[in-house]
């Protein structure tokens, strides 16, 4: 967007950007940006530049501005010239990204996509509870299904295939439920829980 009234403060916004060098812009209004939002931007004057976090309010078409970091350590005094876009700032994108963020409330559901492992017939299996809640494997042969090291908790689903073998479970701290079987086409539940003291393998058959 152009600034049609600018300064160290506020900011009234102008036009949408429409240039073939800069680009072809929407209005804060038309990208849906309603009154009261908050948002994340960047304000480019020439060599100088500025980010942080804006409020719109619709009926004044003003911005105001915290400053995150700009080229000069304050808030710019920005004139005309001045161009203002929504983005996405490194900060945001890092506390997105963060998997210690406690306490955090989850209000609805979840499709979960079953992560497959495709099949094993040798070796030892030691699936990563970062690969999803929900992960499958087809066993075609004998092997060792181990805990690992790495904490957290699924659910393993193994069906059996025409060359399914013993499945040893190899390192778990405590082994509960039904025992594995090679019959063909035998399906068996795993919830496997690793945790910073133990490890528990529950063993379900379907």
Do not use: H
């Amino acid at each position: 967007m152009s600034i049609s009234a600018g300064g160290a403060g506020d900011l009234t916004l102008g036009i949408a950007i429409a240039d073939p060098v800069k680009g072809y812009y929407q209005t804060f209004d038309t990208s849906g940006v309603a009154d009261g939002d908050s948002f994340s931007y960047r304000i480019e004057q020439g060599s100088d530049w500025e980010t942080g976090i804006g409020v719109y309010t619709t009926a004044t078409k003003k911005v105001s501005r915290t400053l995150a970091q700009s080229s000069t350590g304050a808030l710019i005094n920005v004139t005309t010239a001045a161009d203002i876009a929504i983005t996405l700032l490194g900060s945001i994108v890092d506390k997105m990204l963060r998997a210690d963020l406690n306490g955090q409330q989850v209000t609805g559901g979840a499709n979960i996509v079953p992560g497959g492992l495709g099949t094993i017939s040798t070796g030892t299996l030691t699936p990563d509870p970062g690969n999803g809640p929900m992960q499958y494997v087809t066993a075609n042969g004998p092997f060792a299904l181990a805990p690992g090291t790495k904490k957290g908790t699924y659910i393993l689903e193994i069906l059996n295939g025409a060359s399914a073998g013993a499945i040893a479970t190899t390192g778990w701290t405590t082994v509960k439920g039904d025992s594995f079987s090679t019959v063909n086409g035998a399906k068996f539940t795993c919830s496997c829980i690793i945790g910073q003291y133990s490890s528990t393998l529950i063993v379900v058959a379907n």
